[in-house]
């Protein structure tokens, strides 16, 4: 049995402060249960729909709400984590700037989320204080952030109940495959690779066309990851495995070129590096290994890699050696060829699950199915409102100066609203909306601009209820629209599948 204080303060019969006996087997459980499931649900693991955690959506969202787009010039990052700490993420300014800065970084993320300026660190180094650094929103993260406005989402109170936050992004595009994600929760982790956009567009179109497609047909169109930093992936059944179960491993080598380093040495140029392997580190390896002659054949290693013309280490041969031995030894020995293990675990309905390719395109076209349903709704209520409010504009301004004698000659709002609306046949919202109007601009009102709006609002509001009625023709925008967000920001392919 332990003691402690009771934290629901004095029951009946109790003093203010009073020890109370309880189990310690049962207190460590529901302590451990609580601190495992806010780790779970509230940092470690994405969401399945948006690709982000906790901490990243925050992120995304507040930059939106401070109006940081990708046409608006940068701000400082301590900025961003400050209002973000403030008011959706109080757990430290250590995590979130953390986290803004790998959705800055071009060789962690596949599409980077955020526009950095300034130094956000290398593969062997790290960033500069937030005070240094400038972030904005990236163009791709801004269809991450869009129609939030919409009613496309739900959304819930902040960590104080002030002000409310999305449960979920509406995202644009499959995030969560196209830049992946790794956590570690309590008795569980996940682990995820990057993606080629276009590809994941592609496949998430043709499940939307196809929703019986196997993980085989859709491997014809992702075959596999393609990291930011490129290489060569080796080992196609760990892929395979890796998208039907959402568990396997496969390796990805470097890409070395091999030839003349000087006018008498033959050496290897190595110009893409496995995914999170700094060419420091290649360098600090290989050295070791020289020293400890556990490796032969390399008389110098140079690396010249920088910023503009990426990663460039070379290695020179000594005469006598075949490159091509070296090399392989070096893929042995060194991080040159590292190993890559899938375990895709994400949120499904508040739910960690392990996912496969299928599953993982599946839960996304659901939810921007849901989406487009929730913001044509939406649009269609607005376009409603506002074609109500034109037609009792219409009505008012066939007699004006009918109008305006009514407003004048009324002693207060209420009568002159009473007044209108039985002279003009008006609704209560039509009526008040003409009185909140100032009077110059009702006088100045065109009709004809009036009848053409109320043409294009009758014009929305049709094709939106078509579309609502009709779920094919929803699948269809949805797929017509990740068409566009491909031709916007698809690039080629970096990682080659040997």
Do not use: C
């Not at 940068?74 to 400050?82: D, I, L």
């Not at 682990?191 to 590809?199: R, S, Y």
């Not at 392989?328 to 996912?355: H, Q, R």
């Not at 009102?445 to 094919?472: G, H, R, Y």
């Amino acid at each position: 049995m332990a003691k402690r204080e009771s934290k629901s303060g004095p029951k009946p019969g109790e003093f203010p402060g009073k020890i109370v006996d309880v189990d310690v087997s049962s207190e460590l459980s529901d302590s451990f249960l609580e601190y495992a499931y806010s780790v779970i649900y509230s940092r470690a693991l994405p969401d399945a729909r948006d690709g982000l955690k906790p901490v990243q959506r925050r992120i995304l969202h507040q930059m939106s709400e401070m109006g940081l787009r990708p046409d608006r010039g940068h701000v400082k990052s301590a900025r961003v984590v400050g209002e973000v700490m403030g008011k959706l993420h109080p757990h430290g300014d250590g995590a979130i700037y953390d986290a803004l800065v790998r959705m800055a970084q071009a060789f962690s993320m596949r599409l980077p989320l955020v526009d950095g300026h300034g130094n956000f660190g290398s593969l062997d180094a790290g960033p500069a204080a937030m005070r240094y650094t400038e972030a904005r929103l990236a163009s791709a993260s801004q269809m991450m952030v869009d129609e939030v406005d919409e009613n496309t989402v739900d959304f819930g109170a902040n960590y104080d109940g002030q002000i409310m936050e999305p449960l979920v992004l509406p995202a644009a595009y499959p995030n969560l495959l196209v830049n992946g994600a790794t956590g570690i929760a309590v008795g569980m982790a996940t682990n995820m690779a990057p993606h080629n956009l276009g590809e994941v567009i592609t496949a998430a179109q043709h499940l939307i066309e196809n929703p019986g497609a196997t993980v085989k047909q859709l491997m014809k169109l992702v075959p596999g990851p393609d990291f930011p930093t490129g290489g060569t992936l080796i080992g196609k059944e760990g892929v395979l495995e890796a998208y039907q179960s959402g568990k396997g491993a496969f390796k990805v080598r470097a890409k070395v070129e091999i030839g003349k380093v000087t006018s008498r040495k033959q050496g290897i140029t190595i110009t893409e590096l496995p995914y999170n392997i700094g060419p420091e580190k290649v360098v600090e390896r290989i050295s070791d290994l020289v020293r400890s002659k556990k490796i032969q054949g390399i008389s110098d290693i140079v690396d010249l890699t920088d910023g503009q013309n990426g990663t460039r280490v070379v290695i020179e041969i000594k005469n006598g050696f075949e490159p091509e031995q070296v090399l392989e030894n070096l893929y042995k020995l060194t991080p040159l060829e590292d190993a890559f293990s899938i375990n895709a675990v994400a949120l499904v309905n508040g739910k960690p699950k392990t996912l496969g390719l299928k599953e993982l395109l599946q839960v996304f076209v659901d939810h921007r199915i849901e989406v487009v349903t929730r913001r044509s709704n939406f649009r269609k209520e607005k376009a409603s409102a506002r074609l109500t409010l034109v037609e009792g504009l219409l009505k008012a301004i066939v007699d004006i100066d009918k109008v305006v004698k009514i407003v004048r000659g009324s002693e207060d709002a209420s009568e002159a609203k009473t007044t209108l609306m039985k002279t003009f046949k008006l609704s209560d919202e039509q009526a008040t909306h003409i009185l909140d109007m100032p009077l110059r601009r009702l006088t100045k009102m065109s009709k004809i601009e009036l009848d053409t709006e109320q043409k294009s609002l009758k014009s929305e509001i049709s094709a939106l209820t078509a579309l609502l009625k009709n779920e094919a023709a929803l699948r269809t925008k949805v797929s017509e629209e990740l068409g566009e967000v491909a031709k916007k920001f698809a690039t080629p392919r970096r990682t080659i599948i040997a």
